[in-house]
């Protein structure tokens, strides 16, 4: 039997992408996940989710990753209608990892509150017919899942370094990370829109850029007057 984890890293995230990424491998296999010892990505270090990645491949049939842009997940966070947001943006990346591995099992680690309800909108995706498990913290419960939440990790933490030597270092991209806020402010402060790279929807960009733009309002007011 061929078993696939999917999970995602950089949901949460105010910069970069959302990555989606699948892992296949034998049933047989499960245990060599374990002795690899793959957990939850978030409880490793960078440098340990590295090594873990490249033995991770050597144990899977196959991986797969599907990258979400800012502008992807802007459009879907933006959309009047319910059926079109996040979780069902996301839903629909996990159906297409599932239908490029063509497994008899896949495992995913459900966004939302109702697994069920995610598991059926992955399956409504699917071109064929594939058993889907549907489960919170699910890269806690099964190695494989575990194993494709640190391929997902790796691979957007490549993209964010990436972006941060190309535009400066916003940090973890986090709104819990002092650093990415201050480089919020300040592209909102010198900018009428954010650059590409920055998922103008989220809640602490738009509060970013409502005060930038009320402030120079303000400093414009005040300008006319002197």
């Not at 105010?14 to 989606?20: A, D, E, I, Q, R």
């Not at 964010?160 to 916003?170: I, P």
């Not at 990370?177 to 998922?199: H, M």
Request: glycine residues 4%; positive net charge; proline residues 4%.
């Amino acid at each position: 039997m061929r078993i696939l984890g999917v999970d995602e890293a950089g949901r949460g995230c105010v910069m970069g992408p959302l990555v989606v990424a699948g892992v296949l491998i034998h049933e047989n296999c499960q245990s060599k996940l374990m002795k690899l010892g793959v957990k939850d990505s978030k409880l490793l270090s960078p440098l340990r989710r590295q090594e873990l990645a490249k033995e991770i491949r050597q144990v899977a049939i196959r991986t797969h990753l599907v990258r979400l842009s800012p502008a992807e997940i802007d459009k879907a966070v933006r959309c009047t209608q319910k059926l079109h947001k996040l979780n069902r943006l996301e839903a629909r990346a996990m159906a297409k990892v599932i239908e490029a591995l063509h497994p008899d099992v896949a495992i995913v680690d459900a966004s939302d509150v109702l697994p069920d309800r995610y598991r059926q909108h992955i399956v409504e995706c699917l071109p064929f017919p594939v058993q889907v498990i549907s489960e919170h913290k699910a890269d806690k419960k099964y190695p494989v899942v575990s194993a494709a939440s640190i391929i997902a990790k790796v691979e957007r933490d490549r993209i964010v370094e990436e972006l941060r030597a190309k535009y400066g270092d916003f940090g973890s991209g986090y709104m819990s990370d002092a650093k990415t806020v201050i480089f919020l402010e300040t592209l909102a402060n010198s900018n009428s829109e954010y650059p590409d790279y920055v998922r103008s929807s989220w809640k602490p960009a738009r509060l970013a850029m409502t005060k930038a733009t009320l402030k120079q309002t303000l400093l414009s007011e005040a300008a006319s007057k002197i």
